[in-house]
């Protein structure tokens, strides 16, 4: 009899950046933490000194990286590009108030990709922790995107209702999300 999969997951969203200051979306382009992000991210660490991580996986992006190190210094890193936010293209690094979600969930950014690309990514890493991790509590410092993936897949909500609900949107921050993947 197969052993029922259980990892629990804690997630963060990376520090604010130097393009989130200027009112930017990043994208896949690399953006530097500004001071409050770092402060942020070392207060983060502070407040989930408790928490039990047994491994910290981050996107490739050094705001995440650097995020990361900050607030989970004693845990182990693995970078994995699955991760990622999602690819902008043109985009990247452009205003704000250009990257409009609701209008590629399923058509990609020009010269980028949509949601449903970066569900299939967060879809591959939830296979790859699930064959890997059983039992383990994972932390993730990541990014919108993937966060929202996350919803999607593990609560059965479409990207719609992702979006609408999405914190960001709602003046609901919360310091972490917490998700269970289970078979």
Not at 4 to 19: A, C, L, R
Not at 59 to 73: E, G, H, M, Q, Y
Not at 99 to 127: C, M, Q, T, W
Request: hydrophobic share 35%; proline share 3%.
């Amino acid at each position: 009899m197969k052993e029922k999969t259980e990892i629990k997951i804690e997630y963060f969203v990376h520090g604010t950046t130097v393009d989130n200051k200027t009112g930017k979306c990043s994208g896949w382009k690399q953006a530097e933490l500004t001071e409050l992000g770092r402060k942020r991210a070392i207060k983060l660490g502070e407040k989930c000194k408790d928490l039990h991580l047994d491994v910290v996986f981050t996107s490739d992006l050094i705001r995440a990286i650097d995020s990361a190190k900050l607030a989970f210094p004693k845990v182990k890193h693995i970078q994995d590009k699955r991760l990622r936010e999602c690819n902008y293209g043109d985009l990247d690094g452009k205003e704000k108030d250009l990257i409009i979600y609701e209008e590629h969930i399923d058509k990609p950014f020009p010269n980028g990709e949509s949601l449903k690309d970066v569900e299939k990514r967060v879809a591959e890493f939830i296979k790859f922790i699930k064959k890997n991790y059983n039992g383990k509590t994972i932390g993730i410092v990541a990014h919108r995107a993937p966060q929202l993936a996350f919803e999607v897949l593990t609560k059965g909500i479409s990207w719609e209702e992702a979006n609408e609900k999405d914190w960001r949107k709602v003046g609901a921050w919360k310091p972490g999300w917490h998700y269970i993947i289970k078979d």
